[in-house]
């Protein structure tokens, strides 16, 4: 319908409800990721790099018939800055805005946190980012987080060889807090030494890495193989984390960047996600489920066709361990490019890992759509 370098939708359902999904098509690989179901005054990212000649674009969305009015607050390994071009910068009605990082001048920055807040009005803020170096590749658009949290969970983390994996934690309040993080998902005999409280100054991003050597006598390195893991503190709501996977690709490397999810503040946890479309082509390991409840379950995928939903066969009753974290192959001939439903007996956390395509090896990470539930 447009043509354009960047644009943004609305789309209004009127007389039911639904679910919406981006993708987006790249040389670098394809990405998917959830729409926003509302806008917010307030949106932030913990993660951006331009290392090399890596980019990374804000795309700040205004959708009603009122300009809207923001701060931009950025935050590097150097410190926070505050550019004055970006304070009190007016985004105009119906419009949409984009701001090339390394325009700011944060060129070869290995983490680059963001905080939008808007003086007057509600806006939605993107993010396209393009790794060509410094130990990353691939693209990806994604979503800010429209709140701070005390509590991001995971259902996917892998360790092993030609693996890297790291978490962005942004406080961008005005109190230093103290992160703990909760590995899950490995068996019990696994013996990966203590995992220290992670400090966060004031207004800074730190990027954790697990299989780092933490000092003081501990060691967070990590059994190979997947895990999830979550990140909670004891302060009021105050971090947003993101995680970084960079897996070997063929003879190359893939990146991906995923948002955590935090539970309801009623602390309810979906039992049925959605996915807006399954994968184009057989994608093994597609799914990762992570079983919160501490008893046995099942988890089924439905495929959504004319007559609605109906259980695949192959992927029927798939046994999930009590807090354990499993993969789903989605190569079935039913799964190919349908509508699909994941249901659990239990509660669990649900995220995808799909092809990145454009004839590319390496997958993307994204979260599947839990349902409202009660």
Known sequence: FVTALFASVVVEIDGGRGFVEQRAQHPAGHSVAPCADNTSDEWYFADGFTVDA????????????DAAVVDLVFATEAGESTPAAFQGFTILPQSVETIPIADLGARDEPVIAVKVAAERGRLVVGRAQHYVGGGR?????????????????????ESGEGITETFAIYNPTDDDVQVDVVFLGIPIDADFGDVPSIDVPAHEVVVYDPNADTGGGGSALLPAGRHSSVFSTLAEPS??????????????????????????????????????????????????????????????????????????????????????VITIDLVDPDVIDRELIVQSTNRVFVERSLPRGAGLIGTSGSWALPSAGG
């Open 239 to 324: 971090v947003v984390v993101e995680r970084i996977l960079t897996r070997t690709a063929g003879d190359s490397v893939a990146t991906s960047v995923v948002l955590g999810a935090p539970p309801r503040i009623d602390g309810y946890v979906a039992s049925r996600w959605h996915i807006g479309a399954g994968p184009s082509d057989p994608a093994p390991a597609a799914l990762v489920v992570y079983n919160v409840d501490n008893v046995d379950g099942t988890v089924t995928v439905e495929a959504v066709g004319p007559g609605g939903p109906s259980a695949v066969a192959s992927l029927t009753d798939v046994p999930i361990g009590a807090g354990q």
């Open 137 to 157: 590749l691939g693209h990806g658009v994604s979503l800010a987080a429209p709140a701070l949290r005390d509590q991001w969970w995971f259902a996917d983390g």
């Open 54 to 65: 890596s980019t990374e674009t804000l795309i700040l969305t205004n959708p009603y018939d």
